[in-house]
């Protein structure tokens, strides 16, 4: 049985592999009393795809990595959405960062 997160968010990765970290840094530094899970998706990236993520990313149970034999553009984040567990779900590319209070404002407004 999958346990329920406030928010699922996935992250896409296309050649962006040098921005990842700061991207999944942001979402924990950001998440306070939100409970998440991050499913990151790497589109058959030629940059290094998940070999530059941090370790301390890999070995966290909250995020989930998968890789795509070719690309497929957008439609990658579908092979995602079967592995979210979230009430919500949002996306975030890897160059974006999340303010403080993001989610929570998320969650407010959803609730509301």
Not at 29 to 45: L, P
Request: charged fraction near 25%; include cysteine.
């Amino acid at each position: 049985m999958k346990s329920v997160q406030d928010v699922s968010i996935i992250v896409s990765n296309y050649n962006s592999s040098d921005l990842i970290n700061g991207a999944l840094e942001s979402i924990v530094s950001t998440a306070g009393d939100v409970s998440f899970d991050v499913i990151i998706i790497d589109d058959a990236s030629i940059d290094g795809g998940f070999a530059l993520v941090d370790e301390k990313y890999k070995r966290d149970q909250r995020f989930i990595f998968i890789q795509c034999e070719k690309h497929v553009g957008y439609s990658a984040l579908n092979v995602a959405l079967n592995r979210t567990r979230g009430k919500y779900l949002m996306t975030l590319e890897t160059a974006a960062r999340l303010w403080p209070g993001a989610l929570q404002a998320l969650e407010t407004f959803r609730e509301e």
